[in-house]
């Protein structure tokens, strides 16, 4: 999201406030409650999916999809 002169990435839920996302390292987060994600990328750069850690959840990944018509 971006807001003036400044970026903040944040996650959430429609009926829920957004929760900021805090920078830990380089493509590492921390959303509080939400756990600690951490976006991976391919040699490209491009952002391929995520991994959370959230309480007893961990190493959970989530990889990016090709767009419906392009599969």
């Known amino acids: ?5 400044t ?7 429609s009926w829920q406030a957004p929760i900021v ?6 493509d590492g987060f921390y ?9 991976e990328r391919d040699t490209r750069g ?7 850690w959230a ?6 990944r989530f990889e990016r999809m090709p767009a419906r ?3």
Request: no cysteine; charged share 25%.
């Open 21 to 26: 996302m805090r920078p830990m390292y380089d």
């Open 31 to 39: 959303a509080g409650g939400a756990g600690e994600i951490r976006f």
């Open 7 to 13: 970026l903040r990435l944040e996650t959430g839920h």
């Open 69 to 71: 018509g392009n599969q």
């Open 55 to 60: 309480g007893r959840v961990r190493h959970l």
């Open 1 to 5: 999201m971006a807001r003036g002169d």
């Open 46 to 52: 491009k952002i391929t999916g995520f991994v959370l």
